[in-house]
Each structure stands twice: as structure tokens, then as C-alpha cells.
């Protein structure tokens, strides 16, 4: 059984750090894509961080270059998302998301999300 399952979100006052964790079961981590996805409050989908199966491929969203750095741990089969200088505007529902591309179709799931949010 495929489990994404997310911790780590919370209360951060802004300009503080907070690190949101995913750990992964159920499929082989290292052939996949891994990424954190965002809703805020009434907002859409906003694709925050990708890490590709070569750690060293990355990809953030303008809104966090500089301030978020994805990792992932092979040994945990885990994913981070370590976020720093938070904004107010950060404040979402952040979802791990693993995908895959197999003979032309996408294998993809989805974590429950966490909270996060940044108030004073």
C-alpha cells in the first residue's frame, strides 16, 4: 500500500524556520520524482519544490527561491522541505507528491497535507 505521509507543520512566527518531512512507503523511492505542493486559503495549487531522482535536480517556485531547500533521504525514504525566512504568505496546506513516467503514463500520489502557518 502507497503511504505518503507528512509531519513537521505548524505555528512559526514570520521570519522564522520551520522543516516539513514526508516519509514514503509502499513503491520504490528511488525511481521517483518527488515534490511539495501548496494550497493556501482559497487559492489554487502552487507547486512549491521538486527534488528529480538525481538529487542534484532541483526546482522552486520564485515565491521561495532562497528561502526553501528540498532534500531527500534515501535511508528514511523520506523528503524535506526545510523553510526559512517565513512569510505570512507562506501560510498553506503543504502536500508531498511523488510521480513517475512508466511506458508513457504518470504513476502519481499524494499525502494528506500538513499545516503551516505563519502568524505573529
Known amino acids: 500500500q502507497v503511504q505518503l505521509v507528512e509531519s513537521g507543520g505548524g505555528l512559526v512566527q514570520p521570519g522564522g524556520s520551520l522543516r516539513v518531512s514526508c516519509a514514503a512507503s509502499g513503491f520504490t523511492f528511488i525511481d521517483y520524482h518527488l515534490a511539495w505542493v501548496r494550497q493556501a486559503p482559497g487559492k489554487g495549487l502552487e507547486w512549491v519544490s521538486r527534488?528529480?531522482?538525481?538529487?542534484?535536480?532541483?526546482y522552486y517556485a520564485d515565491s521561495v527561491k532562497g528561502r526553501f531547500i528540498i532534500s531527500r533521504e534515501y535511508d528514511k525514504h523520506a523528503v524535506n522541505l526545510q523553510m526559512n525566512s517565513l512569510k505570512p504568505e507562506d501560510t498553506a496546506v503543504y502536500y508531498c507528491f511523488a510521480d513517475l513516467l512508466v511506458g508513457g503514463s504518470w504513476s502519481s500520489y499524494w499525502g494528506q497535507g500538513t499545516q503551516v502557518t505563519v502568524a505573529s
Open positions: 527534488i528529480s531522482t538525481d538529487p542534484s535536480d532541483t
